[in-house]
């Protein structure tokens, strides 16, 4: 089992950053992709951005592309979502999640339905 917290959310004006954090912590050697999602209150769940095993791939939603930057460290546990440039349209409850298969891309319309592990999310309000 896998357990998933997130931190360093908060409220910032539009233009500003945030930094946030993932600490994966039990059985975690079966992790492969890891990425973060968010939901805003009457819209569905969508992919932000998701990272493969050794960080050498990437993906990202069209609508964070130039902003978000998704890394993770050397052991693996841990996955940050650096955000610039946020936008009020950026507000939602984001969650961190893991799988154990490698990243696919990010589809338009899919929210993570085969990401096994999921944190309790942290919110983000810009305005």
């Known amino acids: 089992h896998v357990q998933l917290v997130e931190s360093g959310g908060g409220s910032v004006q539009a233009g500003g950053s945030l930094r946030l954090s993932c600490a994966a912590s039990?059985?975690?050697?079966?992790?492969?992709?890891m990425g973060w999602f968010r939901q805003a209150p009457g819209k569905e769940r969508e992919g932000v951005a998701t990272i493969s095993t050794r960080g050498g791939i990437t993906y990202y939603a069209d609508s964070v592309k130039g902003r978000f930057t998704i890394s993770r460290d050397s052991a693996k546990n841990t996955v940050t979502l650096q955000m610039n440039s946020l936008e009020p349209e950026d507000t939602a409850m984001y969650y961190c999640?893991?799988?154990?298969?490698?990243?696919?891309?990010?589809?338009?319309?899919?929210?993570?339905?085969?990401?096994?592990?999921w944190g309790q999310g942290t919110q983000v309000t810009v305005s």
């Open positions: 999640a893991t799988e154990e298969k490698p990243c696919s891309p990010l589809v338009t319309g899919t929210g993570g339905e085969d990401f096994v592990y």
């Open positions: 039990g059985y975690t050697y079966n992790t492969m992709c």
